[in-house]
């Protein structure tokens, strides 16, 4: 089992940065992609961005030039940058990752989540 922790989460002013990050532990698993989703009060969790083991990265263009994904495989670990925060950035942050346990199986995790809050 791989287990996923973050931290980093706040409160913020707009306009104001934070990073954010999510360990990985456990044993016998080999990461493909890391990503980060949020989840806004009363709506569906979505996708934010994504980086592979070979460090392609991806964003949902709600976050392109503000947000930067970026991972220290050597530490199973997956940070957000987020820059430029607006009201709309608030909601609870989720890091995921899959990829493969013991050379078998595949394997899906996710963390605990991390609140984000933009306010003045």
């Known amino acids: 089992q791989v287990q996923l922790v973050e931290s980093g989460g706040g409160l913020v002013q707009p306009g104001g940065s934070l990073r954010l990050s999510c360990a990985a532990s456990?044993?016998?698993?080999?990461?493909?992609?890391m990503a980060w989703y949020r989840q806004a009060p009363g709506k569906q969790r979505d996708l934010v961005a994504t980086v592979t083991s070979g460090g392609s990265t991806n964003y949902a263009d709600s976050v392109k030039g503000r947000f930067t994904i970026s991972r220290d495989s050597a530490k199973n670990t997956v940070y957000l940058q987020m820059n430029s925060l607006k009201p709309e950035d608030t909601a609870v942050y989720y890091c995921?990752?899959?990829?493969?346990?013991?050379?078998?199986?595949?394997?899906?995790?996710w963390g605990q989540g991390t609140q984000v809050t933009v306010s003045s």
């Open positions: 456990g044993s016998g698993f080999k990461i493909n992609v």
């Open positions: 995921n990752a899959v990829g493969i346990l013991f050379g078998a199986t595949t394997f899906g995790s």
